[in-house]
């Protein structure tokens, strides 16, 4: 089955789950981005015909939002914190260092598909400053050779 | 017989390897053939000793820490040689940094397993609940009202007129709204209370229903914390079917039963209205009030919103009593805060202490200074949109009131410690940027305000000679004025706080002699 094909049966479940959920619509966003790793913008229509809202209304809440994401993820997302404590225990040396190592800027994400730069506002690790976010972990008390290992470590099962 | 262990499973102890200290006492006491016995816990917010091996002694619990896999085998040796080890730190409870607490929200962190029933109702679990069942709503209004509780979001708002409020409400259907968005840098408390003792907020929620006639509630966490979320989860579960939710909560023949939500990475969605709309499927954008929430809040409905700390106290103001709650505090700043400490700290973890303690207490005293070793510089209290207060004034005690007196604020009661290597017009350029990212696009202050400030910003520090930066300075102060009296909420509102304050103290970082920067 093609792609779109797939990710409608997918999306059709989910919407069907969500049938008497009310303010339905971060919980289908969010189901279906972990099912199929974005929202595909077929799924969109779909969206819009089950809650009786527009297309419009649909993209502005996906658009308002940082987590959605509207094209496939590369293969490992980082998302270092950028916020105040981190900042005060040496963020933004770690943040020029993974730009000068990928050479990507804050945002990017490298060519081969392979990591995606996030920055993120807090990950509640602030105690234990600086941290980030690797694929859903979160590494605190981070330090430069730190970040170079678990760089390594991502471009070994690239 | 080798004695009881218990490591956090907190996810912050696991970002700095307590999931990795665990295998290796599996696996080293399977080799050694020792009987283990290992309990996940929650943590002690002492984060900076983390992970935090503790064990079972006849005088209390040892601690050992901060540990690595690789002390493990040592540690599995002199555990059972009795002999000393070089990371023991005697009994936990008799650190200083603990001993001195007032442990009354926080009273089980590091002490119980977060998904077991048994242990939270060992430890004075659902007591507050069966009290509230037993006075009836009325009376539990008044218990919350007479405690002097203020809402621990931030506004500081007296909870107890809010839940009057919606009690005296007359609607279909009404609901209870937990803000667990914790999006201020520097605060923690929601996380470690949802991760380590979820069953505290779920009775919090259930007396707020019971109270106000709510039988519906909802817990927004943010997606950053998806530890917390599967924790609640589960914990909903175990409390639904041991009868503390659903038909009949906890005997009351009343019912109540709430869900989780997940935000989606937006800051503005902590603002109470902001996260309505959320909830309801939309972009969070903030409301005008009136009307108030617990008028018309979430679906149009009559709606209690408090954060996690705040709907986590009415159990022990319940259990306890209104006036063993107040006893704590001053003025009126009652009961105790988990203020938390954070950024470039040497000690950084969580002080649950009453209201009234100085600052310098907190950031010297608990904190030890700076984890540099360097001189401390400031320290923002209250999230991004907290002033830098500088050690001149860090005699000023934590109180909602005194704070304020200084222009500044409390808030959610996080600290974070900076050291003379900070360059403050960064930060007060950091502030402006987060507002133009993560205002709601609302009102044109806010939205197009926060960008003209990063501009401005670049501006005086590029600017050639003296009066090419007063003339900036003058259009910076404008525009925080403009801000901070034409925006509908406090992102747009407050963002002023932490740049006229990093201005005010520190001009020297953007290049200003003092007195350019106080005119
Ligand atoms: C920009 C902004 C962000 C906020 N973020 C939070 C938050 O993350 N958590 C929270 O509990 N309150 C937050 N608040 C405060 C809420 O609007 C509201 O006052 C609070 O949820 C009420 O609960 P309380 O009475 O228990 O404090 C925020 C307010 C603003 C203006
Ligand atoms: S101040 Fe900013 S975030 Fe607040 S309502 Fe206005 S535009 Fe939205
Ligand atoms: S500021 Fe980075 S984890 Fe909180």
Redesign the interface.
């Given at each position: 089955m093609p792609d779109v094909e797939l990710h409608l049966s997918v999306v059709n479940t989910l919407l069907e789950r969500h049938k008497g959920t009310p303010g339905a619509l971060l919980p289908i966003l969010h189901d279906i981005q972990e099912r199929i790793g974005y929202i595909p913008d077929a799924a969109v229509p779909e969206i819009a015909h089950a809650l009786n809202q527009s297309q419009a209304e649909v993209r502005g809440v996906i658009s308002f939002y940082h987590d959605f994401r509207t094209a496939p993820p590369a293969r490992h997302i980082l998302r270092l914190c950028r916020a105040e404590s981190c900042k005060s225990r040496g963020a933004e040396q770690l943040a020029a260092q993974l730009r000068e190592r990928l050479q990507l800027d804050d945002h990017g994400s490298s060519a081969d598909g392979s990591i995606s730069l996030r920055p993120v506002y807090c990950l509640g690790a602030c105690a234990c400053s600086p941290a980030l976010e690797l694929d859903g972990r979160v590494h605190a008390r981070l330090s430069a050779e730190r970040l170079d290992a678990l760089l390594d470590a991502c471009r070994e099962d690239a | 017989m080798m004695p009881t262990l218990y490591l956090p499973t907190d996810?912050?102890a696991?970002?700095?390897g307590a999931d990795e200290v665990s295998t290796a006492l599996i696996t080293q006491a399977r080799e050694r053939n020792l009987p283990l016995e290992l309990q996940r816990t929650s943590s002690r917010?002492l984060?900076?000793l983390?992970p935090l091996l503790e064990v079972d002694s006849p005088q209390g619990r040892i601690g050992f820490g901060p540990l690595t896999a690789a002390d493990v085998p040592s540690v599995l040796e002199a555990l059972s040689s009795s002999t000393e080890h070089p990371l023991s730190l005697g009994l936990v409870e008799e650190l200083p940094y603990l001993k001195t607490q007032q442990r009354l929200l926080f009273a089980r962190a590091g002490i119980t397993r977060p998904l077991s029933l048994d242990d939270y109702r060992a430890h004075g679990g659902f007591e507050g609940l069966a009290r509230a069942v037993a006075i009836g709503g009325e009376q539990t209004a008044t218990a919350v009202f007479d405690s002097g509780l203020r809402g621990r979001g931030g506004a500081a708002f007296p909870a107890g007129i809010k839940w009057r409020t919606v009690r005296g409400t007359q609607a279909a259907q009404k609901y209870i709204v937990c803000n667990a968005d914790?999006?201020?840098?520097?605060?923690?408390a929601d996380?470690m209370l949802m991760e380590g003792d979820p069953f505290l907020l779920i009775e919090g929620m259930a007396i707020a229903g019971l109270c106000t006639g709510a039988t519906y509630g909802y817990i927004y966490v943010r997606?950053?914390?998806?530890d917390a979320v599967a924790t609640l989860r589960n914990a909903l579960e175990i409390a639904r079917s041991n009868g503390y939710l659903g038909a009949n909560v906890g005997g009351s023949g009343q019912a109540f039963d709430m869900e989780v939500?997940?935000?989606?990475?937006?800051?503005i969605c902590g603002e109470e209205t902001a996260l309505l709309d959320?909830?309801?499927?939309?972009?969070?954008v903030v409301r005008a009030k009136p009307p108030i929430p617990a008028l018309q809040g979430l679906?149009g409905q009559p709606t209690l919103v408090h954060n996690v700390l705040t709907l986590a106290s009415a159990p022990l103001i319940l259990a306890k009593g209104a006036q063993f709650y107040r006893d704590y505090g001053m003025g009126r700043s009652l009961g105790t805060m988990p203020f938390?400490?954070?950024?470039?700290v040497r000690h950084?973890?969580?002080v649950e202490r009453a209201f009234g303690l100085t600052l310098r207490e907190l950031v010297e005293g608990y904190g030890g200074g700076t984890?540099s070793g360097r001189p401390l510089k400031a320290a923002?209290v209250g999230g991004?949109l907290g002033a830098w207060v500088p050690p001149a004034q860090f005699d000023t005690p934590l109180d909602y009131e005194a704070f304020a007196a200084m222009g500044a604020m409390l808030g959610h009661g996080?600290v974070?410690?900076?050291?003379d290597t900070?360059d403050m017009a960064?930060?007060a350029r950091?502030a402006m940027e987060?507002c133009a990212e993560?205002s709601c696009g609302k009102c044109t202050p806010c939205r197009i305000g926060s960008t003209r400030g990063v501009e401005v910003i670049d501006r005086l520090l590029a600017a050639p000679d003296q009066a090419g930066r007063d003339q900036q300075v003058i259009i910076l102060k404008d525009l925080c004025d403009t801000m901070q009296y034409g925006s509908l909420c406090a992102l747009g509102g407050m963002v002023s706080f932490p740049v006229a304050s990093a201005l005010k103290y520190f001009p020297a970082d953007f290049g200003l002699q003092p007195s350019e920067a106080e005119q």
């Open positions: - | 996810s912050l696991r970002a700095v917010g984060y900076w983390e914790e999006g201020d840098s520097g605060t923690f996380r997606s950053e914390y998806p939500r997940v935000g989606a990475g937006a800051y959320s909830l309801e499927g939309k972009r969070g679906f938390q400490l954070a950024g470039n950084g973890g969580l984890a923002q991004p996080g974070v410690v900076a050291d900070l960064h930060m950091f987060f993560e």
